[in-house]
């Protein structure tokens, strides 16, 4: 029989995200080798909004509800991807039933919430730590990353890093954006305070400022930059289209811990301009992409940069390596249910 995966998240469709591509993929990579993977996901409750970003939203989860689907979904392997209420749950069912599970850290929430509401980020980070203070392994997705989450205390880490769609996202002509003037300056990822969208809009730069996506900052932003071209969310090949037609490809987050539409840009053939920090210095080369302080000078040099070198850069990026990575860092669920079960059949 094949393993059984289950991967409990709070962050699912319809959102928008690397942690819900990256998820996605992984399933799929998994089912390519013959191994099922099931989700515990929002889709299963009645949700809420969270307040100042609509697009996210929370379980209203009923007390031992995750509990009782774990344990009747009777996985092989527990991986706990999110801190949401259904991590959370899920969490606290596996150490009361002694079933060992393993977690991932896919966003800087503290430094998320910080920006909202004043919450110090080293009270949630004590959060953090406490959760998966009891996973056989943290899954995280860069070595920078790994590296500053040892310094904060967390432990037993390893890294799993993502992969890349490189026939969706292929070099090809560029053939939009032809009405707009020059160089053509891309980014791709929600709109929000915390993805320091504003950094790039207020660069000093010829040419036209692009932005796909959507978020809470997205008319105050429109607003403020008339001469910006705002297109909404985009998927498949109409984003395709858009990634290769770009000149450049700009990151301005200063928060990410990966940033998979860096991926997807270079497998574009399109290089990346972005700040010195965790997740461009982990995906970026000198030749695929331009990092500096002054985000104006990264794009300056990235638009002198080789297409090609970018798209061969994005291409040691595979989810077959990642999924390697994935399946190496779990571990048998077993415990004192599994037994009750065993002995009950």
């Given amino acids: 029989m094949p393993t059984k995966v289950l991967i409990v998240t709070d962050a699912w469709y319809p959102q928008t995200n690397g942690v819900v591509r990256s998820l996605s993929a992984m399933g799929r990579e998994l089912a390519r080798r013959g191994i099922v993977t099931t989700y515990l996901t929002p889709e299963r409750f009645w949700t809420v909004p969270v307040p100042t970003y609509p697009e996210i939203r929370l379980s209203l989860t009923p007390i031992g509800a995750v509990g009782?689907?774990?344990?009747?979904?009777?996985?092989?392997?527990?991986?706990i991807a999110t801190e949401g209420p259904l991590g959370l749950q899920a969490r606290l069912h596996c150490a009361d039933t002694g079933l060992r599970f393993t977690t991932s850290f896919h966003t800087r929430f503290p430094e998320y919430v910080a920006a909202r509401v004043p919450v110090p980020p080293d009270w949630s980070y004590a959060y953090l730590r406490w959760f998966h203070a009891d996973?056989?392994?943290?899954?995280?997705?860069?070595?920078?990353?790994?590296?500053?989450?040892?310094?904060?205390?967390?432990?037993?880490?390893?890294?799993?890093?993502?992969?890349?769609d490189a026939e969706l996202f292929s070099p090809g002509p560029k053939n939009r954006f032809l009405d707009l003037p020059g160089p053509h300056l891309l980014y791709v990822g929600r709109v929000a305070p915390e993805k320091n969208v504003e950094a790039f809009l207020k660069t000093d730069m010829p040419g036209t400022k692009i932005v796909v996506g959507d978020g809470p900052q997205r008319e105050e932003l429109?607003?403020?930059?008339?001469?910006?071209?705002?297109?909404?969310?985009?998927?498949g090949e109409e984003l395709a289209s858009l990634y290769r037609?770009?000149?450049v490809f700009v990151f301005p987050s200063?928060?990410?811990?990966?940033?998979?539409?860096?991926v997807e840009a270079m497998a574009s053939g399109v290089p990346v301009a972005a700040y010195p920090v965790?997740?461009?210095?982990d995906v970026l080369t000198e030749n695929a992409g331009a990092m500096d302080a002054d985000l104006g000078i990264a794009i300056a040099r990235a638009l002198r940069l080789p297409r090609p070198a970018a798209r061969a850069r994005a291409e040691s990026f595979t989810w077959k390596v990642s999924g390697d990575q994935f399946l190496s860092a779990l571990v048998p669920a077993e415990g004192p249910r599994h037994h009750r079960f065993a002995k009950a059949s």
């Fill in 68 to 79: 009782h689907i774990i344990d009747e979904d009777m996985p092989d392997h527990i991986h």
């Fill in 135 to 164: 996973a056989a392994t943290t899954l995280v997705p860069t070595a920078s990353m790994l590296a500053e989450l040892e310094e904060r205390g967390f432990t037993h880490l390893k890294l799993w890093s993502r992969g890349v």
């Fill in 222 to 235: 429109q607003h403020r930059y008339p001469d910006a071209v705002f297109l909404g969310y985009q998927f």
């Fill in 245 to 247: 037609s770009a000149d």
């Fill in 254 to 262: 200063l928060t990410d811990t990966f940033g998979n539409v860096m």
């Fill in 278 to 281: 965790t997740g461009p210095r």
